[in-house]
């Protein structure tokens, strides 16, 4: 029998009605759209659509779509791109402590290249507070980036404030949204955002491929040059297939997020319910805000407990860790020790995640082995 798959922040499959969108794509419509011949056409008018379905999602304009390789090249292009665009304006930046390697590493490159980093702290439930990020900011401030929800933690960070606070300082925002897009509402209107980053393999489309959303008039460095693609922001065949399932995903995800939402919050407070109603209370504690972080997402710290020992004792489960120990030393995420867990708790930390193929039955069983396996190593 296939392990119990509980990690849907770290990939989705690809959904049915995604596929079946792509077929034609695979199969039929080969030409390259940008040929003026009826195969070419085709093609195109597949990617528009996609380009639309993405844009509708999160209430943008088509023209406001750039399709990507996925969320890494999204969050590079965004932060790299507004970084070289406006490095005569300024070359400060400033960031969170809780964000995706895609968002610190290219930070990292920059700060090597001359551009000055301020990274602002979270809380002990990995909240970000405006207030920090309004101190942060200066007159040579160009870009804030700050993911919309965490993927580890789950915790949904005050992104309109954040971005209200960017406007009124003349610095645009990006907001990386890989967890957020199908989990909760994203509105680029209402987040009041320059620029948002997607990752289809998060929403039940294929690995390979996203999309960044660009408001129109924002300054913006290409990182690669070659044909004039994408309005000339990013070169290259486009991958039509991929970017057909992209759309198809975000339709899906739109058409269904109420009713997903309701079921992601189900599973996840039952498989919560299950394992703090039975270890003690000192034995586990969670991660990140009761409230306000995704549905799907549940991260624990069972204590005294070495969490990849824990789930190699349980291969029943599918899941990720976020701490590892090797020859004794403990290794923690970033986002654990931003948040400060007691080393005691952190080495034990898992990542639970539920998605749309997530039972009961699944999440009750689940639950029953971790507890289970918990207390043998706990009475060690």
């Not at 794509?25 to 380009?51: C, K, T, V, W």
């Not at 003349?170 to 620029?195: C, F, N, W, Y």
């Not at 190699?312 to 120990?325: D, F, H, K, L, N």
């Not at 009961?360 to 207390?375: G, I, K, N, P, S």
Request: charged letters at 20%; glycine letters at 8%; aromatic letters at 4%.
């Amino acid at each position: 029998m296939k392990p119990i798959y509980l990690d849907y922040n770290a990939t989705t499959p690809i959904a049915p009605e995604v596929l079946a969108a792509m077929e034609p794509a695979l199969r039929e419509h080969f030409g390259n759209p940008s040929s003026e011949h009826a195969y070419g056409i085709a093609a195109r008018q597949l990617i528009e659509q996609a380009r639309m379905q993405v844009a509708v999602i999160i209430g943008a304009s088509p023209e406001e779509i750039v399709f990507t390789g996925g969320g890494t090249e999204a969050n590079n292009h965004a932060i790299r791109g507004v970084a070289l665009a406006l490095r005569n304006k300024g070359r400060h930046l400033v960031t969170t402590a809780v964000e995706h390697p895609a968002v610190t590493e290219v930070m990292a490159v920059l700060a090597r290249e001359g551009w000055q980093v301020t990274t602002v702290p979270v809380d002990g439930e990995g909240q970000v507070d405006p207030a920090d990020v309004a101190a942060a900011l200066r007159d040579d401030t160009v870009l804030v980036s700050a993911m919309h929800a965490n993927n580890e933690v789950g915790t949904i960070l005050p992104i309109a404030e954040i971005a209200r606070i960017c406007r009124e300082r003349g610095v645009l925002m990006h907001t990386d949204a890989a967890q957020s897009l199908g989990k909760i509402p994203v509105r680029v209107r209402e987040l009041g955002v320059d620029l948002l980053s997607i990752a289809g393999h998060k929403l039940y489309a294929p690995k390979g491929v996203g999309a960044l959303y660009i408001r129109a008039g924002t300054p913006l460095h290409k990182l690669m040059f070659g044909a004039a693609h994408e309005s000339d922001r990013r070169p290259g065949t486009e991958n039509t297939p991929y970017l057909v399932g992209l759309g198809a995903a975000c339709k899906l995800a739109m058409r269904e997020l109420k009713k997903n939402m309701a079921h992601y919050r189900e599973m996840r407070d039952r498989l919560e319910t299950a394992i703090f109603s039975a270890l003690p209370p000192d034995a586990v504690r969670r991660n990140g805000p009761a409230e306000q972080r995704l549905p799907n997402t549940l991260n624990v710290s069972f204590d005294n407990v070495e969490a990849d020992s824990l789930l190699r004792a349980v291969p029943e489960i599918a899941a990720s860790t976020g701490a590892a120990c090797h020859a004794g030393a403990v290794s923690l995420s970033t986002v654990i020790q931003a948040l400060q867990v007691p080393m005691h708790y952190a080495k034990g930390t898992v990542r639970l995640t539920v998605g749309r193929g997530t039972t009961a039955e699944q999440v009750d069983r689940a639950a029953e082995l971790l507890v289970a396996q918990v207390r043998k190593m706990q009475r060690k």
